[in-house]
């Protein structure tokens, strides 16, 4: 009996040491040497979130742009910038606002007046006292007799009743909102008191019922799908939106008007992202003494379960798979089940766009890449492109490969494929640092092996991340290596190497053009 006692105890206390030395799973994260960061040379007062692989940054009271390497590749020179949309940014100058593309070229002249940036391919703009809206070329496609109306979504526009198109000639101003189309036209009449722009089909419109202030929901063709009867809305998003009742109570209603989720339990609620809706509460009840009382803020999900507890001071909605969040003054990253990614060290950070966010500690800026994108250790399906692939307008045989719906291709078949044109460059490999160095401007030196057709076969590719310089600068790349050589992200390439790439559905197309 004693004998068994003792194996009993014995077994216990093996048990016992496996358990405590076990790896928590469920608490793992990546450590700092892990990451890949990039430190910024240049201290900059403010940096925004990336947009077209480039974030905006402001410096001695100017501003330019940063890539996701950290290089200031457009410099800081603008009295102001906003982030990339539609492929421009806005910028002022002395002489007014005006449009970038994001290798710095003033692709539409600095001297417009009114601050907006491009949206469904069209951005407002004022000159010559005159409201218009302009395309991409900067070519006017229609002018307004008044300013009151916003940039498009959904391929409408709101406006006040005032605004006219050349076709519909002016209207009296009677205070009404309404919508007009991309032709300058009017799409929706301006019969309400109040109107959201369009989101997932849908848009929120205001009217006043019984002397009161009621919102509801019309489709494109203007028939009310959701009654007026909330006192307030948001748009739709992710098949979901936000409404505050008559009652005072808050709600997620589907494009039924179904409500969904009851929000009484939370004083603050932002929209659905990528599955999950950030929610707060005032848990220490400070409202009643007077101060802002929100002071812990969690995630649901779309049934209105708590998915990742109220325990943070502060939170961003869910970008790339992760979200921001900040506990104890510190800040870092989150997965959707709650797990810390990305350990809560940071003095201040950005949330993820581009595989990219902005961070500081100890005083010191990064940019650093978003791990759960790059999945270090994974290997992928690389299968064999089967788009047609044009180069300034000509047909180029390349051994291209699809990972994740990117297209990957060898360094050098790009090299050879530019090499009549102003994006040309030469390869050199570096000995000393036992790198590839990118010389751009230089003819590109033939080794041989270059554009040779693939065979066709799926294969799987490995991450690899070898050492590259472009013009001895340091540089990051995401790359694949597949069947033994590097095949490199198009896209990222064409960032690098002042390139533009797009795809043609309709004769699934690649079109690569460098002019």
Not at 187 to 197: D, F, G, M, R
Not at 415 to 432: G, P
Request: glycine share 8%; hydrophobic share 35%; charged share 25%.
């Amino acid at each position: 009996m004693e004998q068994t006692k003792k194996i009993i105890l014995s077994l216990c206390l093996s048990l016992l040491i496996i358990l405590t030395t076990l790896p928590c799973v469920y608490a793992e994260s990546y450590t700092q040497e892990e990451l890949e960061i990039v430190e910024l040379t240049t201290e900059y007062s403010s940096v925004g979130p990336f947009s077209n692989r480039v974030a905006q940054v402001k410096k001695n009271g100017l501003y330019g742009f940063i890539n996701i390497n950290g290089l200031e590749v457009i410099p800081a020179k603008y009295l102001y910038a906003d982030h990339f949309s539609d492929g421009l940014a806005l910028i002022r100058t002395y002489h007014g606002y005006g449009y970038i593309d994001n290798r710095g070229n003033e692709v539409i002249s600095a001297n417009y007046r009114l601050d907006y940036s491009f949206s469904d391919g069209l951005s407002k703009v004022k000159i010559n006292n005159k409201t218009a809206f302009i395309d991409k070329t900067g070519k006017e496609v229609f002018s307004i007799a008044e300013n009151y109306a916003d940039n498009f979504s959904e391929e409408m526009s709101r406006f006040l009743n005032g605004s006219s198109s050349p076709s519909d000639g002016f209207v009296v101003n009677t205070g009404k909102w309404g919508f007009i189309d991309k032709s300058g036209k009017l799409a929706i009449p301006a019969i309400y008191a109040n109107v959201n722009s369009f989101s997932e089909g849908l848009a929120g419109v205001y009217d006043y019922i019984d002397g009161r202030s009621l919102a509801g929901f019309i489709d494109k063709t203007g028939e009310i799908v959701i009654p007026i009867k909330y006192d307030l809305v948001r748009n739709f998003s992710e098949g979901l939106a936000w409404v505050r009742k008559i009652d005072k109570g808050e709600a997620f209603i589907d494009k039924t008007g179904r409500e969904v989720i009851s929000l009484d339990s939370y004083d603050e609620v932002e929209n659905f992202s990528e599955g999950l809706a950030l929610v707060a509460k005032d848990t220490d009840n400070s409202y009643s003494t007077g101060h802002y009382g929100i002071d812990k803020y969690g995630f649901i999900d779309k049934t209105g379960k708590l998915i990742i507890p109220l325990i943070y001071d502060s939170a961003k909605s869910f970008s790339e798979g992760l979200a921001l969040v900040k506990k104890d003054g510190k800040y870092g990253y989150i997965d959707k089940t709650g797990k810390v990614v990305i350990p809560l060290i940071y003095d201040d950070a950005q949330v993820f766009s581009d595989e990219s966010a902005w961070v500081k500690k100890d005083g010191k800026q990064m940019i650093i890449r978003n791990p759960i994108l790059l999945d270090l250790s994974s290997e992928k399906q690389a299968i064999p492109s089967k788009s047609r692939i044009f180069v300034n307008g000509k047909k180029i045989d390349f051994d291209a490969y699809q990972i994740d719906n990117s297209n990957y291709f060898k360094l050098r078949d790009i090299a050879k494929a530019l090499s009549d044109t102003d994006s040309r460059f030469d390869i050199v490999w570096d000995k000393e640092k036992n790198a590839i160095n990118i010389i751009t401007g230089n003819s590109y030196t033939v080794v041989g092996g270059e554009l040779v057709e693939g065979d066709g076969v799926t294969r799987i590719g490995k991450l690899s991340k070898p050492k590259i310089y472009l013009n001895d600068i340091d540089i990051s790349l995401t790359g694949y290596v597949i069947n033994g050589s590097n095949y490199f992200k198009l896209r990222e390439l064409g960032h690098f190497l002042k390139f533009d790439v797009s795809w043609d559905g309709a004769s699934n197309s690649v079109q690569i053009n460098t002019n």
